[in-house]
């Protein structure tokens, strides 16, 4: 059957027999898709009339008594006696298969449904059809019962306009029901307005009253928009309109700071589901050029971004018209013709590299977005081939570093992130093996080359972190797998330490945002100072809480020692000022802490000197110790 179905058999048939033998053939189904293809397939006429430039203008209405006109104002379809059928061409253009657009080779023919086969169709599955035309100063119609002529062509009077209306009654004998859908028929003649930028397309239900009506100048270009309607954009909508070797090409696309991509291909209008060379060609120009930028604008720093990393947050549409289509697939809804990949991918990389050259601010937002993807992409890759090697992460196997707790409940247990292998000691020694478990961290890891966070996941300490909290991390991060519910950043109270918060806190919020979303981050907040008189000790944890010490008890005799670092308590100290939970206060981080966090990490570890430079002027103070 399939085979019966080329161009030239088609060509070959005369009457309209075989549309009603084989409904399915010509317009996908008898069910509602092939009834809504009736009417794109009468107002697909109206876009080619409109695309040779000689219509505005296209109206859809849904009648209360069940019929559906399409009125246009093009030139209308020609009247005159066609020499070779010996009859009004009106009349061959509505009952011989494939006669459209034969009157006018000059006539760039590219849309018409995923059959593309004509008004003439549709007069064959209508039980009543009445096609009217304005041309020549005149009205005239004929009307066609299951495809064959009521009457002959027939003047009905004046008109100084010109156009084409057809109504028609769809033949319940062979289609299945009649249910017109509104807003089916509306979001596709909205997809058309976009598609076929300035034509004008009204939709009327005079079942209910509804109204749509769609044009836009910026064609595609709003279409962009409309996606990304509410959405946080990156940049601004870029628009490329092209044609090349007979290949109209036209692109648009905008980033949002979401982690999906939202892609629409049409082929002659047709929306290519399964895409194609097209979308190919597309996809290879952004990925090469926007490497090619980030390289020698240096803003890569030596990040390779993939295929997948320039679709992150990515809205785009790419529709090309093209003169003799193939479509392949299982649906016929991918572009075959090879020769695309190469125009569209040649027209669109050039076109996008002197956007990015002439918009250097917007170019950097859109490399940075795509950065972003590769790293996290990158981390999560490092994360998962880290808990591969790892084996499951069961006791016996997790990072050696860690010394874990026997509670398997995660809901009972703490991991403590602890800086300095002295301090860890001290409080692997000290804590409550049960439910408490200790990860040293070391000191300088903020200070690894300066670390961009990617450098950072690739560090060890951090990858075994990973590890060790077992859920994954960026779009794999996965709560429910969670080891601990309490992670507790255990620091010195000095500018390393509180740079590694920053880190973590940064860290934690870009790549496992839902740990602090869901509360499972704390300071562990470490005394200040331990008192001293006689026998009698006392930690305290702030100046005041000092003061009032110092004057309860007297100040003579007294000896004050402020704590520089947690290395300094030994582990009994530890237990009991930090981490024993009767005593020890915890400080929760929320999502602000975070934030400003982020901030902070952005200004010290970001490329702007200037912001950096403000900022140690003004921390200047506290952050004496400084080293970026
Ligand atoms: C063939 C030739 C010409 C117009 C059309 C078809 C035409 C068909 C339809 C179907 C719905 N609306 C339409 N509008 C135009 C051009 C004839 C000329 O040269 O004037």
Redesign the pocket.
Known sequence: MENDYGAESIVALEGLEPVRKRPGMFIGSTGISGLHHLVYE?VD??ID?ALAGF?RNISVIIRKDGYVTVV?D?????VEHHAQHKMSALTV?LTKLHA??K??KK?YKVSGGLHGVG?SVVNALSDHLVAQVRRNGKIYEQEFKKGNPLSEVTIKGDSSETG?T?SFYPDFSIMEKNEFSFDTLSQRLRELAFLNKGIKIKITDERTGKEHEFQYQGGIKEFVTYLNKNKESINDVFYLEKQKDDVAVEIAFQYNDTYSDIIFSFVNNINTVEGGTHLVGFKSALTRTINQYAEKTNIAKGVKVSSDDVLEGLTAVVSVKVQEPQFEGQTKAKLGNSEVKGIVDAVFSAALSSYLEENPGPARKMIEKTINAAVAREAARKARELTRRKGALDSWSLPGKLADCSEKDPAKCELYLVEGDSAAGSSKQGRNRQYQAILPLRGKILNVEKARLNKIMANNEVATMIAALGAGIAEEFNISKLRYHKIIIMTDADVDGSHITTLLLTFFYRYMKQLIEAGHVYLALPPLYKIKKGKTEKYVYSDEEKNIFVSQIGEDGVSIQRYKGLGEMNPEQLWETTMDPRVRSLKKINIDDAVEADRIFTILMGDQVEPRRQFIETHAKDVDELDV
């Open positions: 009468v006429n109206s009339e219509c246009d093009g030139r209308g379809i020609p253009a459209g657009g009157f006018d006539s008004v084409t057809v």
